[in-house]
């Protein structure tokens, strides 16, 4: 049962560098969600899904691009990393309806030096 | 728009000490609200949830929080801390329904230490 895997679990990136972190549930969730942890600023939302082909801004999406082609895969890009974006990612899952928590995956560490 | 704050960044118990940690929301509609902890390097794992049933709710490990809507609070309680229970701990609101829920709003957080 592996719930949310993220991979990797860290990367180190050079400014300028695009990557893809990778993000995958197992649960048949609709809802997928991208997180950035930066400390005394608790998680902050980059993109959400609501279903296949459906994604929307969060509360910080700039330099950041999700697509989610389908239920189970919702990977997020880096277009040209910046050392601003040097945090711990998390990824999410939730199951449509009311009363139900979110899923999160181990976190993928990124550097950006 | 919703918001949590999560007052005391950091906060010492000693073991066995009651534990309190305090969040309180801000939400224009009725709340969906969540306590997850985080231990080093790990993911977040649901501690416990209100979703308009009972203002009392109990969670894992001994946890509880009571949601209180005339405070806007949601405080987390624990009667007697182990050591185990040392970790960050997150304060998390979403609204009831909707495409929003796959959105939430967490405060800053909490870490809580626990002394032998």
């Known amino acids: 049962n592996a719930g949310v895997t993220q991979t990797p679990k860290f990367q180190v990136l050079k400014t300028g560098q695009s990557m893809t972190l990778q993000c995958a549930q197992d649960m048949n969730h609709e809802y997928m969600s991208w997180y950035r942890q930066d400390p005394g600023m608790g998680l902050r939302l980059i993109h959400y899904s609501v279903g296949a082909g459906i994604t929307d801004q969060g509360e910080v999406p700039n330099g950041y691009n999700v697509s989610r082609s389908t239920t189970e895969d919702f990977p997020l890009r880096l277009l040209s990393a910046a050392p601003s974006q040097t945090s711990v990612y998390f990824c999410?899952?939730?199951?449509?309806?009311?009363?139900?928590?979110?899923?999160f995956g181990q976190g993928t560490r990124l550097t950006v030096v | 728009a919703q918001s949590v704050t999560q007052l005391g960044s950091h906060v010492s118990v000693s073991e066995g000490a009651l534990v309190l940690l305090r969040c309180n929301y801000s939400s224009s509609v009725p709340p969906y609200l969540f306590w997850y902890v985080q231990y080093p390097n790990q993911g977040l794992q649901l501690l416990l949830k209100y979703t308009s049933a009972a203002t009392l709710v109990k969670g894992i490990n001994g946890f509880e929080a009571e949601f209180k809507k005339s405070e806007t609070s949601f405080h987390l309680t624990k009667p007697s801390a182990h050591m185990s229970d040392a970790a960050e701990y997150f304060c998390a609101v979403t609204n009831a329904g909707g495409t929003s829920y796959g959105k939430l709003t967490f405060g800053q957080g909490t870490i809580l230490t626990v002394h032998p």
């Open positions: 999410a899952s939730i199951r449509q309806g009311t009363g139900t928590e979110a899923f």
